[in-house]
């Protein structure tokens, strides 16, 4: 049972361009989504949250739109720079303080 | 350095023998949370604990699994009698005294567990 689905096992973007990032969830219960950033051999490295009472949230190049009707939520990087390349994962928790994850996907930036 | 750590990085194990992970959270933060990630995939909750209890071990598996978090010490995810099915990196999250907000989990950089 895959709460927390990212279709796109990976991506690939052009430097300077905008890299969209896409996550579907199934259970309603769930009122806080983040975005973690992984290198491999490291640890998850969050990224931005946003609670389900919000639509958006910004921090610097990192936006995340939520869409609660569709049960959707996205990750724009803009400006997508060499640095940002990495498998980023969605999770969400719906109070119980557990997070859920998606499988990631792998995001390459191509100078 | 102020993250959460986590030791040793690497654990080699022969099948039968027990596994001992340990998770220093971050200071101030009295959450901690274990997650186990196989190969390809996402990460999958194991345990969650605050100081001396055990709070929701719904992903824990029933056998040969145990978590703690003394009052003193790091926090120790224990496998006992190791199978090859255990190999995987086991990752250790701390985060703030929940409040009226969410506060995100930060990770530690994992135990990768290795059993011939």
């Known amino acids: 049972d895959q709460q927390v689905k990212q279709n796109s096992p990976s991506l690939s973007v052009q430097e300077g361009r905008i890299s969209i990032l896409n996550c579907d969830y199934t259970?309603?219960?769930?009122?806080?989504f983040l975005w973690y950033k992984k290198y491999p051999a490291e640890g998850p490295t969050f990224l931005i949250s946003?609670?389900?009472?919000?639509d958006k949230n910004e921090d610097g190049r990192f936006t995340v739109f939520l869409n609660k009707s569709a049960k959707h939520l996205s990750l724009h990087i803009v400006p997508s720079q060499p640095g940002d390349s990495a498998v980023y994962f969605c999770?969400?928790?719906?109070?119980?303080?557990?997070?859920?994850f998606g499988q990631g996907t792998r995001l390459t930036i191509n100078p | 350095n102020a993250g959460v750590m986590q030791n040793p990085r690497h654990l080699v194990r022969r099948r039968g023998q027990e596994a001992r992970l340990r998770c220093s959270p971050m200071?101030?933060?009295?959450?901690v949370y274990w997650y186990r990630q196989l190969p390809e995939e996402g990460l999958k909750f194991m345990v969650y604990?605050?100081?001396?209890?055990?709070?929701?071990e719904s992903g824990m598996p029933k056998e040969r699994f145990s978590a703690e978090f003394p009052k003193e010490g790091p926090s120790i995810l224990r496998i006992q009698q190791v199978v090859r099915g255990d190999s995987a990196a086991y990752f250790c999250?701390?985060?703030?005294?929940?409040?009226?907000?969410?506060?995100?989990?930060?990770f530690g950089d994992g135990t990768r567990l290795s059993i011939l």
């Open positions: 999770a969400a928790s719906g109070g119980a303080q557990k997070l859920v």
């Open positions: 200071k101030g933060h009295s959450h």
């Open positions: 259970n309603s219960m769930f009122d806080y």
């Open positions: 999250a701390s985060s703030l005294l929940q409040g009226a907000d969410n506060q995100p989990q930060h």
């Open positions: 946003i609670s389900s009472i919000k």
């Open positions: 604990l605050q100081k001396e209890n055990i709070i929701d």
